[in-house]
Nanobody
Framework: VQLVESGGGLVQPGGSLTLSCACSGFTFSSSAMSWARQVPGKGVEWVSGIHSDGITYYADSVKGRFTIARDNAKETVYLQMNMLKAEDTAYYYC????????????????WGKGTLVTVSS
């Protein structure tokens, strides 16, 4: 199983970024996927999740600003992040669950190594 995040970087407050997570080694189309983030020295925060059938969920802190999507043909999950704030600065990780309808942190079977998003002027 491999999950490889990309797309992180430095962006100004109010700006946008799109993260990608390229997946392999498992049946992507039947897996639930999630994004989580962590500020160094702090706990992991669940950000968003998507069922195998496309139903999406968001943390209150990102609702209305972030959009999760999946492309089963490309075996990739995305996180479109708009109206970024300084408090969105963190390492972002994608995770997969063999349970097609469970997106919680404790339900993830594998995680990627993360990509850093820095929101600063």
């Amino acid at each position: 199983v491999q999950l490889v995040e990309s797309g992180g970087g430095l962006v100004q407050p109010g700006g946008s970024l799109t993260l990608s997570c390229a997946c392999s080694g498992f049946t992507f189309s039947s897996s639930a996927m999630s994004w989580a983030r962590q500020v160094p020295g702090k706990g992991v925060e669940w950000v968003s999740g998507i069922h195998s059938d496309g139903i999406t969920y968001y943390a209150d802190s990102v609702k209305g600003r972030f959009t999760i999507a999946r492309d089963n043909a490309k075996e990739t999950v995305y996180l479109q992040m708009n109206m970024l704030k300084a408090e969105d600065t963190a390492y972002y990780y994608c995770g997969m669950s063999r349970d097609s309808h469970y997106v919680g942190l404790d339900g993830m079977d594998y995680w990627g190594k993360g990509t850093l998003v820095t929101v600063s002027s």
